[in-house]
């Protein structure tokens, strides 16, 4: 069982910078692939970074690509998603996710074992 809480989400305004957290319980953390993932009201969740086990593998969604880097400290048990000129559409609810020994171009967000609860991104124009 592992347990995630995300933290770090506000309101910014659009060209401005926020620095997600996603805290994991357990002492397998090292063991999981770590995914974020947002939802804007009306829309699917989708899948913006991942990171495999190790830290030496990351992935992005064409939409962040360039603005947003995934990162993660085995050591604290965190994973961390810095977001930078972010844009209006970046507004939604951010989760973060695991998966146990996955790669981190997993993009299905079923593929994922533990989810967080969510934290709230808005971008204001």
């Known amino acids: 069982q592992v347990q995630l809480v995300e933290s770090g989400g506000g309101l910014v305004q659009a060209g401005g910078s926020l620095r997600l957290s996603c805290a994991a319980s357990g002492r397998t953390f090292s063991t999981y692939a770590m995914g974020w993932f947002r939802q804007a009201p009306g829309k699917e969740r989708e899948f913006v970074a991942g990171v495999s086990w190790s830290g030496g593998s990351t992935y992005y969604a064409d939409a962040v690509k360039g603005r947003f880097t995934i990162s993660r400290d085995n050591a604290k048990n965190t994973v961390y998603l810095q977001m930078n000129s972010l844009k209006p559409e970046d507004t939604a609810v951010y989760y973060c996710?695991?998966?146990?020994?996955?790669?981190?171009?997993?993009?299905?967000?079923?593929?994922?074992?533990?989810w967080g609860q969510g934290t709230q991104v808005t971008v204001a124009s």
């Open positions: 996710a695991s998966r146990l020994w996955g790669a981190a171009a997993t993009t299905p967000a079923d593929e994922y074992d533990y």
